[in-house]
């Protein structure tokens, strides 16, 4: 195993944030592409999480995303 980013160290312990870590907001769209998630899953662009969770379902390499109630 391997850490996602430096400011993601590797860790058995789930990260917990009620904000979007930077390396994953970095995942989200952008431009037409963007455009297109928004329109055809009819989700707020300002819903970050959300948009995440569409448009990188199926994650290469060792991410996963997921949505959990806490």
């Known amino acids: 195993m391997s850490t996602v980013s430096l400011t993601l160290p590797l860790s058995h312990e789930?990260?917990?944030s009620k904000t979007l870590f930077a390396f994953f907001d970095?995942?989200?769209p952008e431009?037409?592409?963007l455009?297109?998630?928004v329109?055809?899953?009819k989700?707020?662009?300002?819903?970050?999480?959300g948009l995440l969770?569409?448009?990188?379902?199926?994650?290469?390499g060792?991410?996963?995303?997921e949505s959990q109630r806490i």
């Open 14 to 16: 789930h990260y917990l």
């Open 26 to 28: 970095g995942l989200i």
């Open 31 to 33: 431009g037409w592409l």
């Open 35 to 37: 455009d297109t998630v």
């Open 39 to 41: 329109k055809n899953w």
């Open 43 to 49: 989700i707020d662009r300002k819903d970050r999480f």
């Open 53 to 60: 969770l569409v448009s990188y379902r199926d994650c290469i």
């Open 62 to 65: 060792n991410v996963r995303i």
